[in-house]
């Protein structure tokens, strides 16, 4: 059972545009990350949250972890191509003993 | 400059062998782990070591054995090699064993395995 879903599983835009990636569970969580993972290289950490209704903000990129903390979103700002990659969210479920739970990922492209 | 560091990038190799994948890290940190991440780019965790000693071990098939010389190394060597090994395989490190709950995990660039 995957407890992290993320949606949409791909998503395909012009630069430019907006977009809103998702990633949502039934279980609470006590923080959650989001990663960017290039291909070819590991993913790397783009912010973690930790208390419920937090909104982090990187550059273009807005991230929120929702009031129950059980669900995050992440909102990108005039799109461009080099936020192509897939994002990755993981959390630490409150009985996960300090390992990270992965959610499968959103691969974004973002066309010139 | 590499801060987690894994080798070999791309490892092809027949069935039935017996291959190994090295980590380094440079970052001082205490703890490593190495995941493995499928075609459907869903990640898993293997293993995990504190100080050289282990602290996670998910339920992989005995053949994945991990070596941790030291703190700032952790190796995987993989006996009697099947079709369904392969995946790229991730070595990661972070400050502590709790830390990745704040700070996250710094990770490598992956070893791609494909067993033919």
């Known amino acids: 059972t995957q407890l992290l879903e993320q949606s949409p599983q791909f998503l395909s835009i012009q630069e430019g545009e907006n977009l809103t990636v998702y990633c949502n569970s039934s279980s609470v969580f006590s923080s959650l990350q989001w990663y960017r993972q290039e291909p070819g290289e590991g993913p790397v950490l783009l912010v973690t949250?930790?208390?419920g209704g937090e909104v982090k903000k990187l550059k273009r990129l807005t991230f929120q972890f929702g009031d129950a903390r059980k669900d995050s979103s992440l909102h990108i700002t005039a799109a461009q191509p080099g936020d192509t990659g897939l994002y990755l969210c993981?959390?630490?479920?409150?009985?996960?003993?300090?390992?990270?739970?992965w959610g499968a990922g959103t691969k974004l492209i973002i066309k010139p | 400059d590499t801060a987690v560091s894994q080798t070999p990038k791309y490892l092809v190799t027949q069935m039935g062998n017996d291959k190994s994948i090295k980590c380094e890290q440079n970052l001082g940190h205490d703890t490593m782990y190495w995941y493995k991440q499928d075609s459907k780019k869903f990640l898993k965790i293997m293993f995990s070591?504190?100080?050289?000693?282990?602290?996670i071990n998910e339920t992989v098939p005995n053949r994945f054995s991990p070596k941790s010389p030291d703190k700032a190394h952790l190796n995987l060597h993989i006996n009697s090699l099947e079709l369904g090994d392969s995946a790229v395989y991730f070595c990661?490190?972070?400050?502590?064993?709790?830390?990745?709950?704040?700070?996250?995990?710094?990770f490598g660039s992956g070893t791609r395995l494909t067993v033919v």
């Open positions: 070591y504190n100080n050289k000693e282990l602290i």
């Open positions: 990661a490190s972070s400050l502590g064993a709790s830390s990745p709950l704040i700070y996250g995990y710094t």
């Open positions: 993981a959390g630490f479920h409150m009985d996960s003993n300090y390992q990270l739970i």
């Open positions: 949250v930790v208390t």
